[in-house]
């Protein structure tokens, strides 16, 4: 059984573009002061739509350790 993905934000790379936050199902992202940033990380899914949209790769999915 795979393990539970974490969503990761790398703010120094984000420009604030919020195509991250448009494309995610579950409205887990905001745009905040110009960034990207997380509002409600219980609701997500890790789909991965923020990942595979950001143009800076300043948001990923990574293995959360058990």
Do not use: H, T
């Amino acid at each position: 059984m795979p393990g539970r993905k974490k969503l990761i934000l790398e703010s120094a790379w984000c420009k604030g573009c919020g195509i991250c936050a448009a494309f995610c199902p579950r409205q887990v992202l905001e745009l905040k002061g110009g960034k990207v940033s997380i509002k409600q990380a219980e609701q997500c899914v890790a789909c991965g739509m923020c990942e595979l949209r950001c143009p800076d790769y300043a948001i990923y999915l990574v293995n959360e350790e058990e």
